[in-house]
């Protein structure tokens, strides 16, 4: 169930159930999809505990559970990123090779290390999980005492993710 209807709201559809109104709220408020529709179908079933057997409500929460985790699995599959954090003194070539190779944006982030206390900065770069190699690749060739802080995350908004990604050429690509 949690698959199927994923795939359909991922397809920019619903399914004509209490989908409807998760999807109206994502759009007005941003709130979650799969919690939205739990919620609803924990008040359905909170509702039909006065007239149906435990063994109907057991299975009807195990149900629920199940089908939305799968559910919010489904919606967050492709759009989850890496967020990739290298402090390295070779910071300059790092950040120039993430531009040209991965053709992903970065930021510098001014810091100080915890121990020595020395000010530098750090690269900061969100890229898709299968560039993740290729960026560990780079980042090693660059500097193998390179530290790197790599994190999942599951929303990004901006340039090059939400809004258009502009090229050095003045083009822009649509990237929704």
Same mark, same amino acid.
């Given at each position: ?8 709201? *991922? ?26 529709? $739990? ?18 409500? #057991? @299975?009807?929460? %195990? #149900?629920?559970?199940? $089908?939305? %985790? =799968? ?5 967050? #599959? ?15 070539? /790092?950040? *120039?090779?993430?531009?040209?190779? /991965? ?11 915890? @121990? ?7 690269? %900061?770069?969100? /890229?898709?999980?299968?560039? #993740?190699?290729? =960026?560990?690749? %780079? =980042? ?26 502009? @090229? *050095? ?8």
């Amino acid at each position: 169930i949690g698959a199927g209807i994923g795939i359909v709201m *991922r397809a920019g559809a619903s399914t004509g159930g209490m989908d409807i109104p998760a999807l109206i709220l994502k759009k007005v408020k941003n709130v979650n999809v799969s919690m939205t529709i $739990y919620l609803c179908d924990c008040v359905i079933l909170g509702l039909q505990m006065m007239n149906s057997d435990a063994h109907a409500i #057991l @299975y009807g929460i %195990l #149900l629920i559970a199940v $089908y939305t %985790l =799968v559910l919010d699995k489904a919606l967050m #599959l492709g759009g989850a990123r890496m967020q990739v954090k290298v402090i390295s003194r070779e910071y300059a070539a /790092i950040n *120039r090779l993430l531009a040209e190779r /991965i053709d992903c944006g970065t930021s510098l982030i001014h810091m100080e290390t915890g @121990y020595l206390h020395k000010e530098q900065d750090m690269v %900061l770069a969100v /890229i898709s999980s299968r560039d #993740l190699p290729k =960026v560990n690749q %780079l =980042v090693l060739d660059a500097d193998p005492e390179a530290f790197m802080i790599i994190s999942q995350i599951n929303e990004v908004r901006g340039r090059g993710f939400t809004l258009n990604k502009v @090229y *050095r050429g003045g083009e822009q690509k649509d990237m929704v």
